[in-house]
Each structure stands twice: as C-alpha cells, then as structure tokens.
C-alpha cells in the first residue's frame, strides 16, 4: 500500500476520464467498485442507484457481494438501504452484533461470510442518488482516511451522473421545443393554404381543419402537415366539414 | 460579472417562474440591465430555416430582428450559424461588410454597435441573444463576459418554460404570434396555392417583396392574408 497515494489520484483521473465523453455510468460506476476493493481495507464493494425512489443495483466487485446487494433491495433492508434512505454514512464493524438493526440482512451476510459493512451516501446537497457500500470479511472499523476517499469516490461519480441526466433531460425538452415551434408554424401554412383554396378567413379555416381533425380522429398536426404537403385536399378538409358535425 | 448580481438574476426568474409570473419581456429586461446596453432581443431558431422572435425591448431591436427574418443575414444568424459571437463596434463603418443590406437601415434606426451571442444548452443551438448601444464601442470584457453567461441564463430560461408546458403544446412564454411571425407563415400557405409555388418558395417572395419595397414583412404579410395585397407571379 505504499503507492495508495498515486493509486488514489489514478482512480480520480481515470473516473474524471469517464465522466468527458461517451458517458456509460455502469462502466464508471464498475470501475469504481474495483477500485475500492483495491484502494481501500475491504474485500468486496458495490453501488446502488435509485430508480423512481427504488435502489438498483448497478455495479459490484463481485458475485456474493451482487448477492447481498440484491437481497437488500428485495427485503428492503440493510446498509445500503439505510444509507440511501438517511442520505448519511452507515457503519457497522461487526454484522454479527447487528441482528436487532437488520435481522434478516445480518444473518444473510453472515452467511456470505462477512463480518462488517459500510457504505456512504451518492448525494449532491440534498439530493441522494444511491449508495456505495463496502464489504469486508472480518470485523473491525474502516479507517477514518478511506471513509473520506470513499466519500470522495462517490461524489465524483454524483456529480457525473447527475450532470449526464440534465443534459439528456435538456436534449428531451429542447426536442420538444422544436417540434412545438415546428407544428405553430405548419398549422398557420395549412390555415394560409386552406383559405387562398376556399376563401375561408384564417379563423374559418382553422375551425374547418380542427373539426375534420376531430372528425377523423387525427391530430390538427397532422392534418396541417397533409395540407402543406399536399398529401391532403384543401377540398377534401373543407367539405368533409360542411357535412358532419358542427 | 459581480457573480452575486447573476445569481440574484438566476434566483430572480426562478421566482418569477414559480410564481408563474415569467415572461419573455421580464428575461429581456434583465438582460438590458444586467449587461447595460441599450437594447436586446432574443431569436429562437426553428427546424433549419426558420426562425422566430422571443420579443425585444424596444422598437429598435424588433426592427434588427425583423430585418434579420427580411433579408436572411444579420448577427444572429451568423452567431447561430458558427455559434461563436459576433461583435460590431461601428456597424456603419465596418471592417468587413458583412450584412450591407441590414447596416444601412439599422444604423439609421439608431444601432451604433450590435453583438449577437449563441443560445445554447448543453451542446444544443436554440437561437441567439441579441444587444445593441447607441453609441460606437467594443462591449467592456466585463460586459462580453457577463453576455456569454446570460446567453447561458436565456436558454436554461426558455428550456424551462417549455418544461412547464404541457405536453405537445408550445410554452405560452414562446407562443407570441407577432414576435413568430404567425401572419408571415399564413401568407406563405396563401401565396404557395395562388401561385403554384411551394411553400419555401412562397416565403422567398413575401421576403423579396418586402425588401424591394422598403416595407415592414409583418405588414405585407397582413395585405396579403386580407386581399389588399396580391402578389403575382
């Protein structure tokens, strides 16, 4: 462990690496796991993230620790849970002393053969994301030192993903803005369209395309897009609307 | 900038927002002030030819901007089109002529220096912030500065609006028939069936006629969709 230091600053670098391009959070959030098992006095690690208010599991450094991790979420207890719950650092140096907080967990873990178990908040003010937890054989506290990497581990995989999420939320409504303005302006068109063909007012040959829209069970966008396109008659939208309907 | 005074301008449209106060005049407002110039406007580009006015805040800036739609050239377009800003210190003496149709009119509108900065977020180009002084000068690097981040403050500002609105519908902030041109886009639709056209084309020739008769798009337009106006071929 004398090269932690440089071992530390690497996972850093690598991590901001990731976060640049090509943003894949299960690959980020898997290599940090490995790296924990490496940098830090634990045996296993994983991370969890919460999906509509439910924790997920997404990375981890090994298939028992997959095991408890999923077991946690389908009883809904555990340390990670709490962590993700509290949005605070859980510790617990020996899971056999913890049947009381998490009776069916500490049995499970035991089982696993694990002897204490932490984990620290995905939180970025006050906003929790998830957890990292960490796994180890024996018991005995985790230093205060690693407590402090693995927190700050965690918080640079927040700040990406959550930095991720705003720009794909951004393309969606910038997307969406587009296609509003897009439709304002064929649904004036199509209005232009219908009333240089009939001599209806702008206002008659609006009312005109909505009642055919509503008349065919189509959206006004659609049909204004058929008028400008000419795939749909001005005669057709017109007539249709003196026959049926109001 | 005084990174304070930006923060309160943040937190001051979000409150606005929440308290569904907000409106493009208010964002434009704290733009003049923010950046102390005497006019600004914001444009929305739409799809790949269109393009749509947010408002402006004086006469002024809604005559640079409709120019802009005339003639297809300006600062806005430029800034959009390389996404860097455009900075004119003396538009009626320029170093390189770059808009000769638009300067004329505008600096005799009053537009002594004109700058435009791209709008946008988070990679995606929604349209462009433009500010004028009626006096010559570069802008101050404070004030280049302080205009990079409230192009930033304007699209995070008009992404927000849309966010709120509901779905399929255009942001009631955004959906201004005037500042959209609305009339514009009827007479295209006219003029396409009246003369054979497509609509592209049509637009092209509401654009032509106005320039050729020194007259405001919006009111030929107007001519054109009431019949007082015909356009041929």
């Known amino acids: 462990m004398a090269d932690r230091e440089t071992l530390l600053s690497e996972t850093f670098v690598e991590i901001a690496d990731t976060l640049v391009d090509e943003f894949d959070v299960v690959d980020v959030l898997t290599t940090l796991a490995s790296r924990c098992v490496a940098l830090f006095d634990v045996d296993e690690a994983g991370l969890m993230l919460a999906a509509a208010g439910r924790l997920q599991v997404v990375a981890s450094s090994s298939h028992t620790m997959r095991s408890l991790e999923l077991f946690e979420v ?173 | 900038m005084r990174v304070s005074a930006l923060a309160d301008i943040r937190r001051d449209l979000d409150r606005e927002r929440d308290a569904a106060g907000s409106s493009a005049a208010l964002l434009i407002a704290a733009c003049v002030a923010a950046l102390d110039v005497t006019g600004a406007g914001i444009m929305v580009m739409i799809g790949r030819g269109h393009r749509g006015s947010v408002g402006g805040s004086d006469d002024v800036i809604r005559l640079i901007e409709e120019l802009q739609f005339t003639l297809g050239v300006g600062p806005c377009i430029d800034t959009c089109r390389t996404g860097l800003p455009v900075l004119e210190p003396d538009l009626a003496h320029p170093v390189t002529d770059r808009w000769p149709e638009l300067a004329p009119s505008a600096v005799e509108a009053g537009v002594a220096a004109i700058f435009a900065f791209p709008v946008v977020v988070g990679g995606i180009g929604l349209g462009a912030l433009d500010l004028y002084q009626s006096e010559i000068g570069d802008l101050r690097p404070e004030q280049y500065a302080d205009a990079i981040e409230m192009a930033d403050v304007v699209g995070r500002e008009i992404l927000a609006w849309q966010a709120d609105a509901p779905a399929g519908t255009l942001a009631s902030e955004l959906d201004q028939p005037e500042s959209l041109r609305l009339v514009v886009h009827q007479a295209s639709g006219m003029l396409s069936v009246s003369l054979g056209i497509s609509i592209e084309d049509a637009l092209m020739r509401v654009r032509a006629y106005a320039y050729a008769e020194h007259r405001s798009i919006d009111d030929v337009a107007a001519d054109v969709v009431t019949g007082v106006l015909v356009i041929e071929r």
């Not at chain 1, 509003?180 to 609006?206: D, P």
């Not at chain 1, 055919?212 to 609307?241: D, I, P």
Request: proline share 2%; hydrophobic share 40%.
């Open chain 1, 74 to 246: 389908r009883h809904d207890e555990g340390p990670c849970v709490d962590c993700y719950r509290d949005g605070l650092r859980v510790e617990c140096d020996d899971v056999g002393k913890a049947q009381e907080r998490w009776p069916t967990f500490a049995v499970e873990a035991m089982k696993a053969g694990i002897g204490s178990v932490f984990a620290v908040p995905m939180r970025l003010r006050d906003q929790t994301i998830g957890s990292l937890n960490l796994l180890r054989s024996g018991t005995g506290g985790l230093t205060e030192s690693d407590f402090a990497a693995a927190q700050a581990m965690a918080d640079v995989a927040t700040i990406g993903i959550l930095q991720h999420r705003l720009v794909v939320e951004h393309k969606v409504i910038a997307g969406q803005l587009q296609s509003a303005l897009q439709s304002r302006i064929v649904i004036e068109q199509a209005k232009g369209i219908v009333g240089a063909t009939t001599g209806l007012t702008m206002e008659e040959s609006f009312l005109a395309m909505r009642r055919f829209a509503r008349n065919h069970n189509l959206k006004l966008m659609e049909v204004a897009t058929g008028l400008v396109t000419r795939t749909l008659a001005t005669q057709h939208v017109v007539g249709s609307s003196r026959h049926i309907g109001p």
